[in-house]
């Protein structure tokens, strides 16, 4: 029987010289396992680096959270007829959590309160239109992928190991709370993305997927109006999902 364990490169950097370490290639920051495959035989390999599961925040542990919350709002203002939306009226039909989420996302801008006309007393809750950073605005302009940044563009492509690595590290809270969401796609890149803004084009993009035999990636971006970048990770994820499958490299066709 294969039995196999995991060892941490530390423990190894106790056993052997710094030489030995660099002879083998073996970093103290990296995770190996270690396979028995018989008797006297034993294999050490390097445990393939890869991004946590990216969550969505329906799903996280410690119950709803903001992102799940405002989604609720935000359905909630749609659904409801105007006169359900009146100030002091509409806050009726929100729970505790939800109240005190609905008056952060008045105190955003994503929500505002106004009048019809000065006849009203109160003013009625509607969304805000969605404010497009500068970033998003370009999303439609291609640019070399080195050239992309989280805090500016909300993604990053990144086609070193290593530098996976620490990007993961630095950013395990965000992924962990889902605010962040990466990929290790086949084309050898590790795509890191806002949750965000991956949800707001995953539907848009499988929709146009949807409506095609097969569509190349190329299209996908100028239908969605955006770069073929985003596009490219929007696909990896959606991919990932088992809603779409790449036939061939490059051209997307949606799952049945």
Avoid: H, W
């Avoid at 060892?7 to 290639?25: M, V, Y």
């Avoid at 009203?120 to 969605?130: G, H």
């Avoid at 949807?210 to 696909?235: D, G, H, Q, Y």
Wanted: proline fraction near 4%; hydrophobic fraction near 35%; charged fraction near 35%.
């Amino acid at each position: 029987m294969v039995r196999m364990a995991l060892i941490k490169g530390k423990e190894i950097a106790k056993i052997l010289s710094q030489e030995q370490l660099k002879d083998f290639g073996i970093s103290p920051e990296s995770d190996f396992e270690l396979t028995k495959i018989r008797q006297g035989v034993i294999v050490i390999s390097e445990k393939e680096f890869s991004f946590p599961p990216a969550k969505s925040p329906e799903t996280t542990k410690q119950g709803p959270d903001k992102i799940a919350l405002e989604e609720k709002i935000l359905s909630l203002l749609e659904e409801k007829k105007l006169s359900e939306r009146v100030e002091g009226k509409f806050e009726k039909l929100l729970s505790q959590k939800e109240a005190e989420q609905f008056r952060e996302m008045l105190k955003e801008g994503k929500v505002f309160a106004f009048k019809l006309s000065d006849k009203y007393k109160k003013p009625v809750y509607k969304i805000a239109p969605p404010k497009k950073k500068e970033s998003e605005k370009a999303f439609s302009e291609n640019k070399p992928a080195a050239d992309y940044c989280l805090e500016k563009d909300g993604l990053l492509v990144c086609s070193d190991r290593k530098k996976a690595e620490l990007l993961s590290y630095e950013l395990k809270d965000s992924i962990k709370s889902g605010q962040i969401s990466g990929i290790k796609s086949f084309d050898g890149n590790y795509y890191i993305i806002e949750t965000s803004l991956l949800q707001r084009y995953s539907q848009p993009v499988l929709e146009i997927i949807k409506a095609n035999k097969t569509i190349p990636i190329e299209e996908i971006a100028k239908k969605a109006s955006v770069s073929a970048i985003l596009a490219r990770i929007t696909c990896e994820f959606l991919k990932e999902d088992g809603e779409i499958i790449e036939k061939k490299k490059g051209q997307y066709s949606y799952v049945k």
